[in-house]
């Protein structure tokens, strides 16, 4: 069954684009064009998910966030944003938001953070399986083999060598591929601690699983989806 989302946008010319791609995307949209729609309309029928723009005449979107969350809601929430400042990112996850998202934006970026969300919250949300599993408990996917029990990598016939940190990074990547991980998911799941934009951390060990996996002439696996986060396929 599609996820039923409720997408609260004053602009029409974006609010109409965005309708268009999340239901090409499978979803079942309710597009309003304020926040007083948008309460009545979750209050009618509860959304799986909720799109909401920060800046609506009336009752604006951080409004909409603060009400919902005083009723007990806690459907997951995206934000869109024309505020960069850190002091405005701030003031919308203290209003209830889960997760934002910067105008201008890729449609590909609101995918893959909506597609987080609904993981992250359990959600049901139409994905990619989890690669099939061998009957000795690993896993496979884009030439690499992974065993989580021994904690042993192999890309083709070659066995890998990963630190720990290294192989827990690269067995989430292989759980999930083609699956695009925002850097939020990924710090949380790895390290139990999101670092902020300003952290290096995730793109270093990135560049080390990168430079043990790759091979000349060989496809690269690990791919950077650049303002969301990294994906495992073979190209």
Known sequence: MPQNLLLAEDDRAIRHALERALTLEGYAVTAVADGVEALAQAHRTPPDVLVLDVMMPGIDGLQVCRVLRAEGNRTPIL???A??????????LDAGADDYVVKPFDVEEVFARLRALLRRTGAPVDVPSEPP??????????????DPQ???VWRGPHEVELTRTEFDLLELLVRNAGIVLDHTTIYDRIWGYDFGPGSKNLAVYVGYLRRKLDEPGA?????????VGYVLRED
């Open 150 to 152: 021994a904690r042993r």
């Open 219 to 227: 496809p690269s696996l690990i791919h950077t989806v650049r303002g």
């Open 79 to 81: 934000m869109l944003t």
């Open 133 to 146: 599993r061998m009957p000795d408990g690993q896993f496979a996917a884009a030439g690499l083999r992974i």
């Open 83 to 92: 505020l960069v400042e850190t002091a405005d990112r701030i003031a919308g």
